[in-house]
């Protein structure tokens, strides 16, 4: 539980004032894997995602947020359903709406980020039953790491002298490939998940 609240996506974060931040964030995710070659999407997954981050001012109204996050994404064929869990350390760039000096406003997010497989189940379903089984007792093989690049836009919203809430959109594109073995799980097969996160920012 205590690696859980470390954890982090992108926790909404925008500078208060051109000060650093640190966020707090939990969400909601939708995700897929997508096929680089047939250029197709398949089943999705509802999960969640939580995490922590801190944003460092640069220059006017951008600033470069570090964030970790747990994110639960897999999808897959119907054949095997997967479910997939990844610690992903990002790097992005804010791009504030709104002059440094004010506190608040809206905001973008771009940039690169780093996972580390924590989990992986399948699920087969068919005929009124199912069965799930950790991958590593059966022969699928991921990759266990994952690599892509992450943006979004956000809304911060001052409530008090060193506090904000926060309402972001996240989407994260995979390039790397899960690497899987079996049927339908090429390694073309990449990550996606869009998340609704909401959060609050604290600045020193």
């Known amino acids: 539980m205590a690696a859980l609240l470390f954890l982090g996506g992108l926790a909404p974060a925008s500078p208060l004032g ?12 939708r995700a ?11 089943e999705s997954r509802s999960g969640i995602r939580l995490g922590v981050s801190t944003t460092v001012p640069v220059s006017g109204s951008m600033g470069l947020r570090f964030a970790g996050s747990y994110v639960q994404a897999g999808g897959g064929p119907r054949v095997p359903q997967l ?7 990002s790097a992005l760039a804010r791009i504030g709406l709104t002059q440094a000096s004010r506190r608040g406003g809206a905001y973008f997010l771009l940039g690169p980020y780093w996972g580390l497989r924590t989990a992986c189940s399948a699920s087969v379903s068919g005929g009124g039953a199912s069965f799930n089984a950790d991958c590593d007792a059966t022969d699928i093989r991921l990759s ?9 836009a ?3 919203v001052p409530v ?13 594109l995979g390039i790397q490939g899960l690497g899987g073995s079996a049927p339908g799980l090429g390694g073309s097969k990449t990550t996606r998940v869009f998340s609704i996160l909401a959060g609050l920012v ?3």
């Open 160 to 172: 008090a002298s060193h506090m904000g809430v926060a309402l972001e959109f996240l989407y994260d």
């Open 32 to 42: 897929r894997l997508a096929d680089l070659e047939a250029l197709t999407e398949q």
């Open 144 to 152: 266990n790491t994952d690599f892509g690049v992450s943006g979004g």
């Open 154 to 156: 956000g809304l911060e």
């Open 83 to 89: 479910e997939v869990d990844y610690f992903r350390i």
């Open 202 to 204: 604290f600045s020193p």
């Open 18 to 29: 051109g000060q650093t931040t640190v966020g707090i964030h939990a969400g909601l995710t």
